[in-house]
């Protein structure tokens, strides 16, 4: 309703050969189906879309942002731009664990503001990064861009396709001494991972100067013979390490590697799309005596990558 009423504004008092009255404006979609569900999830998961525009010279120009249940599968949203060429950066989520905001050209400075007609796109930046504390909790985090133009009566709408840059990993290490009934804090395994993928640029990429940042469980518990940790993950890339570390109560490292090369390891995930549609890791390490016997991702054993003892 309030994007039929919004064209018909725009259409008012609106003729061909008298344009005095009318607003241009673009007109956007969204679908992700870059899923293991091969659907358009955007109405059941995003939830909220902040867009921020660019001119065609590349400078800020404005931040639009949309919330609630109406942002279903045929939501469109209308951004009220002069005539013109843009690119439109869209970070779908509530974006409370992160800063949006620009750098410097070598990425030695952030700032949280975007200035109109200063701001560049090249130094536009989102980040996670929080002077080096660890990172927990994270948002769901949604990245899609696209090349617009902005008419008189946008009657077609441009489709954002979205890719989901967090993820969800369950580690659970298989181990017939660990007892009933213990405590969080009396967990027998530490797990964590570190790695550089907390800072994004317009175009999805990582920032070229990422700090390593290490990501901690939100959640671990024990049952008998197993002990589980669950993290909050960003963006796993092809080439770009991100290292899974597992010790014992004793400190030793049982596993200690790169996760994007072991799960390439297991045949399963073999194109940086097979890692963008995923959304859940789960990752099963079996013990006997102290040894990684085997070591199962996402129900596929890793092969060719020999665990650290």
């Known amino acids: 309703m309030l994007l039929a009423t919004s064209l018909l504004c725009f259409a008012s008092g609106c003729i061909k050969e008298d344009r005095s009255e009318c607003n241009p404006g673009v007109l956007l979609k969204y679908d992700y189906s870059l899923n293991t569900e091969h659907t358009n999830l955007f109405g059941a998961e995003v939830g909220k879309v902040t867009v921020y525009v660019f001119d065609e010279k590349g400078f800020y120009y404005g931040t639009y942002s949309e919330e609630g249940g109406h942002l279903t599968n045929d939501y469109q949203m209308l951004l009220p731009l002069p005539v013109g060429n843009y690119t439109t950066v869209t970070w779908g989520g509530k974006l409370g664990t992160y800063q949006v905001g620009e750098t410097n050209a070598d990425e030695t400075a952030f700032q949280s503001e975007l200035k109109k007609g200063v701001t560049h796109i090249d130094d536009f930046m989102l980040t996670a990064e929080n002077g080096g504390q660890p990172l927990v909790h994270l948002d769901n985090l ?168």
């Open 142 to 309: 949604y990245h899609g861009r696209a090349d617009v133009a902005s008419v008189y009566w946008p009657g077609t709408a441009t489709t954002v396709e979205l890719i989901r840059d967090t993820k969800h990993l369950t580690v659970t290490v298989e181990d017939l001494s660990v007892g009933r009934g213990k405590a969080n804090g009396d967990a027998p395994y530490e797990v964590y991972c570190t790695g550089t993928n907390a800072r994004y640029l317009a175009d999805n990429s990582f920032g070229k100067k990422a700090e390593e940042i290490t990501n901690l469980p939100y959640d671990t518990y024990t049952e008998p013979g197993k002990a589980v940790s669950k993290l909050n993950l960003l963006r796993l890339v092809i080439g770009r390490e991100f290292r899974l570390t597992v010790k014992d109560k004793e400190g030793d490292r049982v596993f200690d590697k790169d996760l994007v090369e072991a799960m390439l390891a297991t045949g399963r995930f073999k194109t940086q799309e097979d890692f963008d549609r995923e959304q859940e890791y789960n990752i099963v390490i079996r013990m006997d005596k102290d040894v990684v016997i085997s070591i199962f991702i996402n129900g596929w054993e890793v092969v060719d990558i020999v665990p650290d003892l």
